[in-house]
């Protein structure tokens, strides 16, 4: 039988995205994919590879630790690979404790079974287990704000400032504990903002095309003058791949897509492509642009330095935010109208 990989979250917006990618490049593994199909996550992610060989979907709780037991026992997993995350920070401001819960709980829960799963003893793996790996994916937001000048680097110190950010700081951190107490094999990714095919509607583009169409008022929040950092969700998929197969073990690596844009800007590009993609009967998509109440602790800019990934990896990303966007908006129309 194939070896098999747990990835977990993989109904959600880049888990989904990452396993059809994976499927497609590694026939020599077997996909067990652990979700459970919160508001976030949907099998309608999947339709595509539902009925693969390789392919196993499973519904529960990474918060539950003898069903996560039960499962190592009955797949005999060689990895993991840990999307699995409340991941909405406005959520985490009106509702903070899912969070803490299945973010840092959930992903101890999640590395405890896999090291005594794979492990006997620290720094001593299982005969035949050495070269099982555990892939934790994070976020650029865990190291908080930056000024106008410089990027985020792997060295970057934490200072999250949401309760979102904040939960998966603590679960970078036990991550990078495992490796240094009991000599795990982990690595680390860190991104920045992903946007495409599949993201869930009420995050910032899937918005901003969904409320053009709908014809209602598209927000932005404060003056649109925040920046993100915004990778193409398949070019980040094939960075995880590459450092799930060939990081170094104990390393963080940050995937980012050189694309910083601020939201007014964002907002104006997808009104300016919507208007030669799907013309509205009057009026420009842009007309619609009207700027709300800022979120509390919102951060102002966020940009990563993707230089150790691409130096040591050869990672680099295929789409800039100009190419991405159009086959979003395109998807999304297909979807939504």
């Not at 999307?83 to 999640?110: C, K, Y």
């Not at 993100?228 to 070019?235: A, G, K, M, S």
């Amino acid at each position: 039988m194939n070896k098999a990989v747990l990835i977990t979250g993989g109904a959600g917006f880049i888990g989904s995205n990452f396993i059809i990618h994976f499927l497609e490049s590694n026939p020599d593994w077997f996909v067990v994919n652990l979700d459970k199909l919160t508001y976030a996550g949907t099998l309608d992610n999947l339709t595509e590879i539902e009925s693969h060989n390789n392919y196993a979907f499973v519904q529960g709780d990474i918060c539950d630790r003898p069903f996560l037991d039960e499962l190592f026992k009955k797949y005999d997993f060689r990895g993991v690979i840990h999307f699995a995350a409340e991941s909405h920070v406005d959520n985490s401001i009106s509702g903070p404790e899912a969070f803490i819960r299945t973010n840092v709980m959930g992903t101890f829960n999640l590395l405890d079974v896999a090291r005594n799963y794979w492990m006997t003893a620290p720094q001593q793996y299982k005969e035949g287990y050495e070269d099982c790996r555990f892939h934790h994916i994070s976020t650029d937001e865990v190291y908080g704000t930056l000024g106008e000048e410089g990027l985020f680097t792997e060295e970057t110190p934490y200072a999250p400032n949401s309760p979102y950010s904040a939960s998966k700081a603590s679960s970078d951190l036990v991550v990078r504990s495992y490796f240094h107490t009991y000599g795990m094999n982990v690595v680390t990714t860190n991104c920045s903002n992903n946007y495409g095919p599949k993201q869930h509607i009420e995050k910032l583009i899937p918005t901003i095309i969904r409320k053009a169409l709908a014809g209602e008022n598209i927000p932005i929040y404060g003056k649109g003058d925040n920046v993100r950092d915004w990778l193409y969700v398949l070019d980040h998929c094939k960075g995880i791949e590459l450092v799930y197969k060939n990081g170094r073990v104990g390393e963080t690596y940050n995937i980012g897509g050189r694309n910083e844009r601020n939201n007014l800007y964002i907002a104006h590009k997808i009104c300016e492509l919507m208007d030669e993609m799907k013309p509205k009967a009057e009026g420009k998509y842009s007309d619609q642009i009207a700027f709300v109440k800022d979120r509390p602790g919102h951060d102002m800019r966020y940009a990563i330095d993707a230089s150790k990934i691409e130096n040591e990896l050869g990672w680099k990303a295929d789409e800039n935010f100009e190419t991405g966007i159009v086959k979003t908006i395109e998807w999304y129309l297909h979807k939504l109208t």
